[in-house]
């Protein structure tokens, strides 16, 4: 299983960024995996100005949305579902209408690729990685959210 770690917001050095764009998410990473490496392209995403990167760091997250909404799809493997038994009631960091994940996903997918497109005015395209950039750290809390009754 591969070992991504975690982000917080740091400021963009070749250290975190350089292996970010040039290593693949391995094909086997798990959801939370896969979750956490999307929202690391996302946070690099917001801190840089450089547009060759920017255009990089889109393209290995647009990768990285395909690969997270397959995994929607697909069975949990049990280490994760033991993370996510419902202990007490929580509340979730998404709205009622927001809770299906593939669509979360679809949305992050969308706005991965009307930046890509290059065709957006620059005022717009900063608004539009903001954006971005949220709705991914949310769905990176939100599939992590314990949900699972136990019987």
Known sequence: MAN???FSYLQSDDSILHPLI??????D???FET??????LAIM?????DTATCTALCERLLHGLRQLRELCDA???PHLIAQLIAGEKITSCVPECWQETA???DYALALTQALLAGTLPPGIAKE????????VWLLDEFVKEPYITVH
């Open 29 to 31: 990473a798990d959801l």
């Open 45 to 49: 995403l917001i801190e840089t100005d």
């Open 22 to 27: 040039a290593l693949p998410l391995p094909a």
């Open 35 to 40: 979750a956490d490496h999307c929202a690391a």
């Open 75 to 77: 069975d949990l493997p």
């Open 128 to 135: 539009l990685t903001g954006l971005l950039h949220d709705m």
């Open 103 to 105: 669509l979360q996903v």
């Open 4 to 6: 991504i770690p975690a």
